[in-house]
């Protein structure tokens, strides 16, 4: 398909035009200025940071610094202003004027939050009456971050220890181990946890789950575990449908290493024994379903993913089933160059299409799979269109470009681009898909009687 380069440079114009206006320091930012006039850091702030913040910005954390006590966030009060105001922390990137806003496990803060934390700075944040600090109820940073809700996982399953020097070239890790479960089973939940100081070189961790063949080789069972990368919490498979965990197979993880290590929490030199954990939340013995669900990566393959100096690209790329599905989740994956990332669903009888999500902010550093709340996910019917795109920016005014006057080429390095994106697909039949959709109605029309 041949795009026109005009249309193309448009809209990209358009995006850089967005990201600059999001990168200022000093962004006006308009929100509601309903808040009260004497807002103060125990009573009215201090809530926000603990559930919002302290995750990682605690001793032990992720987050450069800590935001535990008052001192601390009046200390930093104007980089929060600053980065709260232009919704860069919490570190979830997802537009929030556009698509699908119902989302699971999503860090976003809302508006009336974000003006809270503005105001309070620009009233000279006041500590206020130390009576009224809520007690920070700190989650331990080790631990599996679904636990809280689901309990510890029923397996984990480590990848074998290695170590990362402190400079030198991208490193991949593909060991395969097993899961010791001897029967199939349904899978509720998953999450890749980097194990301690892992967390500052593990760049992705994806993993696969494979069987050992009759003389000793290994090969796909088809179904892939989970993927991971830097900043992501888990996956949650919804209710009622199976993502299989093969009998008797083994994990083939493919890790990919960054030496000096990524982020704040890098120490900048060797790390040993880094050691990778997948956590599998499983369903009941006799769980019943009706359908199955899979992760897969979507290719993005139209459009040249090829940069020259200063330059930029996008790719396209589009997915039809021949049965009805309900989309899940969705991860856009790219590196260092790429800004920008959406779905669309075309109804392929009228050409039309929407924007289901839209990340025009997106960030290499903050991978999260978009989960779709339950009764919000997208129901397709047979036949329509998948469009995914992937806007790249290759010029100095993308932050993460060290080198404007380097060509860029695909290829999995990190210095490289990548163009796909994982999604979680709940595959039905046509008698699935009317019954979601009847459900759904209903509870619409519900909801519009209880108001
Ligand atoms: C998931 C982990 C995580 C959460 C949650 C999080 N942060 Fe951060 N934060 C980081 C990391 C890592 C960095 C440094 C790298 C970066 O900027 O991406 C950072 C950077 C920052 C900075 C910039 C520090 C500097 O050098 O100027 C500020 C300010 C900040 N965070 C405030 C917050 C606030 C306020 C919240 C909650 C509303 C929050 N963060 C939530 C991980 C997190």
Redesign the pocket.
Known sequence: MELKKSALVGALGALVALFAFQGAAEAQVAFSSDVADDLTYTRDVAP??QQ??Q???RPG?????D?VTYDDARR?AR??R???ANR????YYYDHDIGIQDLQED?R?DDEQIAT?VAWVDQGAAQGDPADMPTADLVDVEGWSLAPTLGEPDLVVPSSPIDVPASGNDMWHRPIVPVGMPQDRCIKALQVKPRGDAKAVVHHANSTFQRETDDGAFESTGDRATEYAM?KLGELIPDGVCRVLPADTYVAWDIHLYPGGL??AAPNAVLEDNVVELGIWLHPEGYEYEYKQDLALYGIRQGELIMEPNGTAMTQGFHTFDHPVRIDSFQPHGHLRMRSASLEIMDPSNGRSEIISMISNWSA??HQSHIYAEDAAPLVPAGHVLILKQWYDNTGSNPNVVDPDMWVDGGSRTADEMSHAWIAVTHLDEEGYEELLAEREANEERRITDD
Do not use: D, F, S
Not at 61 to 65: D, F, K, L
Not at 88 to 91: C, R
């Open positions: 926000i940071i919002n913040c995750v990682c910005h954390g992720i987050g450069p610094m935001l930093y980089r929060i600053e980065q709260v860069l922390m919490p570190p860090w803060l934390i900043g982020g704040a550093t903050w």
